[in-house]
């Protein structure tokens, strides 16, 4: 069993960053793969990042020019947290984030076991 909680999210302007964290509670956290996702109002929860139980095995969404380069996933084995950090936020970036932990890093949704409840990014113009 693993518990995630989601932090940092918050109201920020366009151009700024955060950076997100998930903490993970379960003597299994490190064997799992976590995965981070966004929900945005009206619209279906989207993968953005995954990073594998090492951290040596890292992929972002493909609907790349909005998210690579200004997305970083890692995560903290020992401190059983994960982290994304977003840069040059855009307004299209507004909706909640969510981590999820699966046996392997997968963008499926349905792949994922256990989910936070997600924290909200508000980006304004």
């Known amino acids: 069993q693993v518990q995630l909680v989601e932090s940092g999210g918050g109201l920020v302007q366009a151009g700024g960053s955060l950076r997100l964290s998930c903490a993970a509670s379960?003597?299994?956290?490190?064997?799992?793969?976590m995965g981070w996702f966004r929900q945005a109002p009206g619209k279906e929860r989207e993968f953005v990042a995954a990073i594998s139980w090492s951290g040596g095995y890292i992929y972002y969404a493909d609907y790349a020019d909005s998210v690579k380069g200004r997305f970083t996933v890692s995560r903290d084995t020992a401190k059983n947290m994960v982290y994304l950090q977003i840069n040059s936020l855009k307004p299209e970036d507004t909706a909640v984030y969510y981590c999820?932990?699966?046996?392997?890093?997968?963008?499926?949704?349905?792949?994922?076991?256990?989910w936070g409840q997600g924290t909200q990014v508000t980006v304004s113009s």
């Open positions: 999820a932990a699966a046996a392997s890093s997968t963008r499926t949704v349905e792949e994922y076991y256990y």
């Open positions: 379960g003597r299994t956290f490190r064997t799992y793969a």
